[in-house]
């Protein structure tokens, strides 16, 4: 029998996992916390599946020792995880909470000893709700607020954290959050939207003009949230549908940061909207402030097809892969196909997937269990990648989602992403049969094909 071919990683890849910070620390009234947008939200009626919040969600502000123990165990080499701005702002500026950054430092500590290294996500979704109250991401003053807490995380922890992301998918919290009002802060209005989008793109320059200033080692990027879109014909039209979708979801977020501006079929739409962007001079170049890596955050494809209809001009084609429990197509070949692309697009750049994973439901049987999708998929997002990177793209690290079962968002706890089981009645943490797949891609520096 012909031996199985093994994928071997490049020689210095690095292998982790990656959480956010309202998903998992719970503690939200502790040690002079504010309360930030999700905070608000989520008690909002009919905001989240079975009124469902992150109060306590895993409890990892009481049990972050326990877990990165169990990062070391399961052999992580890096772990990337968020700050909430309102432990170090309560109010999104003005006083420091030094309690706030106690915490991170005992974290960041406590990932060093075990040889973790860090990956620190400056913004994942939980605006003070201070800063909400004055207009939020609408608001172009927030750009600034963000480049004075990033200033003062690099003080702070800038010895010892030398891997940062200023936002985390920008893609997701001003569409969702201020046009379809799916997500905190629940808003549904396009020149709120428009508004969000660029200041976001704008606090993140800001924040690495602010850790250069700053003279502080090491590298600083973006993640932005991407979907591998594929034409559903071969048809010009079609072609061209699927560009539009590149160019609202994909190119609008990466291509100021490359200094390419934003797709000019963006801006004509929300100006045909009354909704233009409020470009300031000089606004641009500070976006396009030089990053080092390309923070890439994938799960699916998409489908598209033309739609005149819509001002936008595409839709979505109807699913012909099965789907998952979160609705998405079961596409592992979408991760190698995107990076290939977006590699393409932008010269080559450094890239990190800050995340990719699968969500899988099993329950327990007999105390296991046996998320055998969660492993058939990453092991196809897996190959993808290396196939991606034997044909010249630049990856040197990959975090699996999530490293626990967490709050998920307006989906509250029905949906599990972790390699770990949680139980959220008890906190006992539970690893599954993919953590220890995982664990031996890890040991290995690869996989089988």
């Known amino acids: 029998m012909r031996a199985m071919p093994f994928l071997q990683f490049p020689q210095g890849f690095q292998w982790g996992a990656a959480t956010a910070s309202y998903q998992i620390e719970g503690a939200y009234d502790e040690d002079d916390r504010g309360l930030s947008v999700w905070d608000v939200f989520s008690h909002q009626p009919g905001r989240v599946v079975n009124a469902e919040h992150g109060d306590v969600a895993c409890d990892h502000y009481h049990r972050y020792r326990e877990d990165v123990d169990l990062m070391a165990r399961l052999g992580l080499q890096t772990y990337r995880f968020s700050v909430a701005w309102p432990r170090i702002f309560p109010f999104g500026y003005g006083r420091v909470n030094e309690k706030g950054i106690d915490f991170y430092q005992r974290l960041v500590d406590a990932l060093l000893e075990k040889n973790i290294q860090p990956a620190l996500t400056l913004f994942h979704w939980d605006l003070p709700q201070g800063l909400q109250d004055l207009g939020g991401w609408a608001n172009r003053d927030v750009a600034d607020r963000f480049a004075e807490y990033a200033a003062l995380l690099y003080e702070r922890l800038g010895d010892r954290v030398s891997r940062w992301i200023t936002l985390n998918e920008p893609l997701i919290f001003t569409q969702f959050g201020y046009r379809l009002g799916w997500l905190a802060p629940g808003i549904s209005d396009l020149k709120m939207t428009a508004a969000a989008v660029h200041h976001a793109m704008l606090a993140h320059g800001k924040a690495v003009q602010a850790f250069r200033a700053s003279g502080r080692a090491g590298e600083i990027g973006i993640t932005n949230a991407n979907t591998s879109f594929e034409p559903a014909d071969d048809s010009p039209e079609t072609l061209r549908a699927t560009e539009l979708a590149r160019d609202f979801e994909t190119r609008l977020y990466h291509g100021p940061v490359y200094g390419k501006g934003y797709p000019q079929a963006v801006l004509d739409y929300y100006a045909s909207e009354d909704a233009p962007f409020p470009i300031e001079p000089g606004d641009m170049e500070v976006i396009a402030s030089p990053t080092d890596f390309l923070g890439v955050n994938l799960y699916s494809r998409q489908r598209v097809l033309p739609d005149d209809a819509r001002g936008v001009g595409y839709r979505a084609a109807a699913p012909t892969l099965p789907l998952l429990p979160m609705g998405y197509e079961a596409a592992p070949h979408s991760l190698g196909d995107f990076v290939r692309w977006v590699s393409k697009e932008y010269g080559r750049p450094k890239i990190y997937i800050t995340e990719n994973g699968v969500c899988d439901n099993t329950e327990p049987v007999n105390g296991a269990i046996d998320d055998h999708l969660r492993i058939e998929l990453l092991q196809g997002f897996?190959?993808?990648?290396?196939?991606?990177?034997?044909?010249?793209?630049?990856?040197?690290?990959?975090?699996?989602?999530?490293?626990?079962?967490?709050?998920?968002?307006?989906?509250?706890?029905?949906?599990?992403?972790?390699?770990?089981?949680?139980?959220?009645?008890?906190?006992?943490?539970?690893?599954?049969?993919?953590?220890?797949?995982?664990?031996?891609?890890?040991?290995?520096?690869?996989?089988?094909?």
Do not use: C
């Open 382 to 449: 897996l190959a993808g990648l290396h196939g991606a990177i034997a044909d010249g793209a630049d990856v040197r690290a990959y975090y699996e989602w999530s490293l626990m079962d967490n709050f998920e968002w307006s989906f509250g706890y029905s949906k599990r992403f972790g390699m770990v089981w949680t139980d959220f009645a008890t906190q006992a943490r539970i690893p599954k049969k993919s953590a220890a797949f995982y664990s031996e891609v890890i040991r290995r520096d690869g996989l089988d094909a």
